[in-house]
């Protein structure tokens, strides 16, 4: 009845206990059958992995189990298989089994599954494929027990009982294949268990040191035997002195190196000062790489080539060191770095005079043949030094300025300039403003070469959309080219050549980088240069070429997709020219405008994201959301020294839109005119508007009228009409503010000084009826002299004329 079992969905995990059978029985062989198939194995590895089928669901734990069940049996048989293809796919399968098995069963067995693998590894007469996988195997095994906290010892002891095996084993075969699967266990152990290490160190320094000198090691097996000796400092002791004696003896072995390879090309005295900044006199020096034997044998000393590439791999593990995280602070020998960069640029291939005699033209041509390499070696530890120390590069930045500079002017390689602008992005990101003054006219010039509008229209001719477009460009070219260039008399004249723009993007992203830093120099000598650059630069990448990349079917994929970045990174650099700061509105932010625009409709999609994002960058310089810091009148000279709303109205600052803005100020003021303020005064008591000015439940009040904050102005005039339409004001004293100066001062005093003031300040005129209210208030403050309370009562003739009834 199984077979007529129904399941919900691909997801259900009833189906796990199934499909894991059926990969045994169709794809894993057993021990009677015969293995057909090798490459059936990535199909049982990719199947175990999408659908987990060895996570053993709780649920279905009895089917789950017996089919997990079946499977380690299998492969376990399979792994004690006398049959070495069998054998290695059982070991294969222990490791998919270590990734993808539940903890529970993994906990139970990973001991047993080490053994097994480690006495593959130790077997003298297993093969290189066996030992090769059981290196793979067992590298999968402690990377899932590293997840284990409870069983850190353990993992240790379990790593520890490896290393002599597989050094002894790197020793004796001489396969390159295994010689990398040593590597990567080796990698595997220092990072995950560093303490296995301790009692081994000096045997594996060795042994990867001779391996990195022999003559026999490939160029890719040496960087991965670099990039472990990097990280050998961590299993020694994990400090500072460790990394620095390592760090020492890398440089030591590089300037020998040198000493041989530079022999004839530089003076006699370099190498002698390079090693004793390195081993100072008084000081013991370290013992070379890799103990008494981490030389190099005579032979591989006559051989130009070997001797670069194992001066490139010890560079190459230099950088590894000083990117790599540690857990204690470095001594990075920064001076010592910076003087071997120098050492090894300074050497470009030609004889010195003194030199001469002592070189054949053939020596000379080996040496001009591994230079670039070299060259490409030393900048790129010099751009992780700098990335290393960031800020703290700033004693030794004049003198890596001057190399940077110097460089530029000698390279002609475009390998070698693309690491110098991307060494020169790095000391701007590193260094900020100080940096950006002093490497903008270098960055300017060399980019202006390498960004000339000729090249770029030389080179893309067959870029345009249309075919026969390019026919009609390549046909103006040539007639063009016959009065002023050679190509009319070249019949075999080359108009669709893929053209390689990776120094063209560094150039564009060292540019964009000086705008993003140095942009707010606001520096007149290069910044009007730039900007005129980046728009050609843009206007040329992107004419005729926002096809989608179907129409570059006549372009090498590798082209077409070199194109694309190209443009992007054209548009990106153009876009940093018109939203960094500058001291006027951007020249050509119309060309830009447009050309987003028109990218964004018609561009290739990765083009197309790019100009939509561009055009949401340029939104806030098109329509700005606030008014404009910069050039605000300062509001002491704006506002004169009355305080009332009148005053406000007529000496508001004239900004963009002034009017517009007073009336939001004042559209919600509703202040009472003086018929309106004399009615409500003959309504109340003048006893109780006395007693609640002593309780002081008064109105919001101001500062003095003469020394007022201009600022506070609009604020207190809200608070005011808020409360002028609910309660009746009460006295000058609230409306116009508890002045300490006037609080002895009789009503008539108070209503001279207010419109004199106001008179002075706005030049409007008092009606004469508040004169003679005046008086009547002066009568009622003389009936209620008797009175227990000191506070005289409210007059309505104290309050002045709302703005509504004063006219200038």
Known sequence: MSSFERFDDMCDNRLKPKILRNLLSDYVPNEKQPLVDFQSLSKVVSTISTHKLLSEDQKLQAKSKSAVDEWVERFLALVSS?????????????????????????????????????????????????????????????????????????????????????????????????????????????????????????????????????????????????????????????????????????????????????????????????????????RDAPLPLGGQNGILDDAAWNSEQLIVSRVSALMYCCSVMLTSSYKCKLNIPVASLVSLVERVLGVNGSLPKAMSPFMTGIQQELVCAELPTLHSSALELLRTTIKSIRSQLLPYAASVVRLVSSYFKKCLLPELRIKLYTITKTLLKSMGLGMAMQLANEVVSNASVDLDPKTVQGSDVVSSTNPRAVLKAGSKKRKQSTNTGVEAENAAFEVGVPHNHSLKIAALEALETLLTTGGALRSDSWRERVDKLLMMTAGNA???????????????????????????????????????????????????????????????????????????????????????????????????????????????PNLNNGDNLFKEWTANVDVPSNNEILRNVDSISPLQEAKRLKRGNDLATVDSLSGQDHTDIVGSENVQQADVRKKVPESPKESLGHVSERDDMVPEEVYRQVVSETREGEGLAVKDSIMEEAVVVKKRESLDESDDDSIPSLKADDYLSSDSDIES
């Open 542 to 652: 992107c004419e005729g070429r926002w096809a989608n990349a179907e129409t570059y079917h006549h372009l090498p994929n590798k082209s077409t997709a070199d194109l694309v970045e190209f443009q992007v990174a054209a548009l990106r650099a153009f876009l940093a020219s018109l939203v960094s700061p500058s001291r006027a509105r951007p020249a050509y932010f119309a060309e830009g405008f447009e050309l987003f625009q028109t990218g964004k409709s018609e561009g290739e999609m990765k083009v197309a994201g790019f100009c939509a994002h561009a055009l949401m960058s340029l939104e806030v310089v098109i329509h700005p959301r606030a008014l404009p810091l910069d050039g605000l009148p300062s509001l002491g000279d704006q506002f004169p020294e009355s305080n009332s709303l009148a005053s406000l109205k007529h000496n508001t």
């Open 82 to 282: 006398d049959m070495p293809d069998k054998s290695w796919v059982g070991i294969v399968l222990m490791g998919v089994t270590c990734q993808e098995c539940s903890s529970d069963r993994f906990f139970s067995s990973y001991s047993v599954w080490f053994n097994s693998l480690l006495s593959h590894i130790k077997n003298p007469e297993s093969s290189r494929i066996i030992r090769v996988a059981s290196c793979t195997s067992i590298s999968d095994l402690l990377t899932r027990l590293s997840r284990f906290a409870n069983t850190k010892k353990e993992a240790v002891s379990h790593a520890a009982k490896v290393i002599l095996p597989i050094i002894k084993l790197m020793e004796e075969d001489s396969s390159e294949a295994l010689w990398e699967g040593i590597v990567n266990l080796l990698s595997t152990i220092v990072i995950l268990f560093p303490a296995a290490f301790h009692s081994s160190y000096d045997t594996v320094e060795e042994a990867i040191a001779s391996k990195i000198f022999s003559a026999k090691t490939s160029s890719s097996l040496l960087k991965k035997l670099a990039h472990f000796l990097a990280l050998l400092p961590k299993a020694n002791k994990g400090d500072t002195a460790s990394w620095s004696l390592m760090m020492q003896k890398l440089l030591i072995s590089i300037n020998v190196h040198l000493n041989n390879f530079f022999q004839g090309l530089e003076e006699e005295t370099t190498g002698k000062k390079a090693m004793q900044r390195l081993a100072p006199p008084g």
